[in-house]
């Protein structure tokens, strides 16, 4: 009896072993496909979007918030980048929505910036004032105390000034150094079909679409939802630790 209790023990095992590999396997799927087409983590590595996002901010974005995508449909690896298939029709971003995407000069990066100009919109920037359609971005310069309280170091050293910004889809706030005059100017130029032009809230400090052109709405990964999480550590002479507490839970416009 007790070597076939022995025996029964030594079978049991395996199966039970084979059923827990078999789970973890189930999880980990499931979780790649709500990261792949519905919520997905991402953390925010620079200054682009200040103070929109500050350096350190963990954010949820939206996979879904321009459509349903099939699951794994959009990976960018190496040299792999996948077009997404969308269930539905895909829906154009709003202006002043914040989205992730691909980068279109290295597609397995992924960026994050504002959208400010839709296929077919013209895009026009004089003295740091953007123009959307022959039509002046409304702007009021506000108070800076708020923002400079918990700035990154290495933007302290700036002068930096603060506008509110208002169109009829969004109102966000973006930064402007008042000493750097690299690029107060842009051409008009017209956003090409199926294409979107965005810029980062940090005017002065954002590699975007006023250098390397417009990003393919294919390209769009989803929209930033929700800041979960806020903490900058230490990178070198021009940062310091910083913990946001006071960010967790902030909704991103």
């Known amino acids: 009896m007790d070597d076939f209790n022995e025996f029964e023990a ?19 799927f499931v979780v790649l496909i709500f990261r792949s087409s519905l919520y997905e983590p991402y953390r ?4 682009s979007m200040i103070p929109t996002l500050r350096i350190g901010d963990y954010i949820i974005v939206n996979k879904f918030a321009y459509g349903m995508k099939v699951p794994f449909s959009d990976i960018a690896m190496g040299d792999i980048n996948l077009t997404p298939n969308y269930i539905f029709k895909q829906e154009l971003p709003k202006r002043g929505d914040v989205v992730v995407f691909k980068f279109p000069k290295d597609p397995s990066i992924n960026y994050i910036k504002r959208v400010i100009g839709l296929p077919g919109d013209t895009i026009e920037i004089k003295d740091k004032v953007v123009y959307v359609n022959d039509v002046e971005t409304i702007s009021r310069k506000i108070e800076s105390a708020p923002f400079l309280k918990d700035m990154d170091t290495k933007f302290k050293k700036h002068k930096l000034k603060f506008f509110r910004v208002k169109n009829k889809d969004r109102e966000y706030v973006i930064q402007q150094d008042s000493d750097n005059y690299f690029l107060v100017n842009k051409d008009k130029i017209t956003v090409p079909e199926n294409e979107i032009f965005v810029m980062g809230d940090n005017r002065d400090f954002s590699y975007d679409s006023r250098f390397w052109g417009t990003v393919p709405l294919s390209y769009i990964k989803g929209r930033a939802e929700l800041i979960w999480f806020s903490i900058s550590f230490p990178s070198g002479e021009d940062s310091d630790f910083i913990f946001r507490p006071s960010r967790i839970g902030t909704s991103i416009f």
């Open 10 to 28: 030594h079978e049991k095992k395996p199966t039970n072993l084979k059923k827990e590999v078999l789970l973890i396997i189930s999880i980990i």
């Open 44 to 47: 925010i590595p620079s200054g």
